[in-house]
């Protein structure tokens, strides 16, 4: 079927810009910053913890990225009081497979996320997905993003965002802080938010009083706060 060439121009005025992040769930935070921090020296660029959110039976959970260059990130979603089943030497969907009845969130935290420019943008695509066989099921204002979802035809949720305003250096060193928090309390008992969150806190103290160390100590002294 050929398009009319003035209806194909209208139509790109409004045109993804390519992947926002792609997302994943985790049952080991600590290894999975290690293997993207540590080793491939992705930095962690956003977290959102996040407590009661959604549906009563959903958990509370933590979403962090990474960047992998080009703006584009790689996220996964981490819910406390949530184990695998199965082998964990076993790989992908294998071990990260949950009893019968797990709620729909944990099949949808494996999604993809296109970015757009803006709300004009965004709210196109809305009207395409509206009219069509796979309407937008949800449209959310993030801490810095608003997004449509959908599924499509296979089953995939789809996620078209936007940013509503740049991420600060300050919520990058916040996101430093939340990962180096989860990392060592999801390794210990019984991890939860509020632990995160505590540790967080405490990491927060630490490493100010290292900070007002570094800030008076004698220039050339080679004190730097962590």
Known sequence: MTTDPADRGVH???????????????????????????????????????AGWGPAE?????????????????????YFG???????????????RLPEGTPEFFANSRHLAIHV???????????????????????????TIE????HDPNGYMIEITRALRPVTPQEDLDAALTIDALCEVASGPEPSLDKLLTRKAELIVERAADWDAAQQAPSGTGAVPR
């Open 12 to 50: 790109e005025e409004h045109r993804v810009q390519g992947v926002d992040h792609a997302a994943f769930p985790t049952f080991d935070p600590a290894a999975t910053v290690r293997f993207y921090r540590d080793t491939l020296k992705f930095p962690v660029v956003h977290s959102i913890c996040a």
């Open 58 to 78: 959903h958990p509370d959970f933590i979403h962090f990225f990474f960047d992998i260059g080009n703006d584009d990130r790689i996220a996964f979603f981490y």
């Open 147 to 150: 997004s449509i979802y959908t």
């Open 117 to 143: 420019d803006s709300e004009e943008d965004l709210l196109e695509y809305r009207r395409r997905l509206d009219d069509s066989a796979w309407p937008c099921e949800m449209q959310v204002m993030h801490e």
């Open 82 to 96: 949530h184990e695998p089943v199965g082998d964990p030497a076993a790989r992908g969907d294998a071990w990260a």
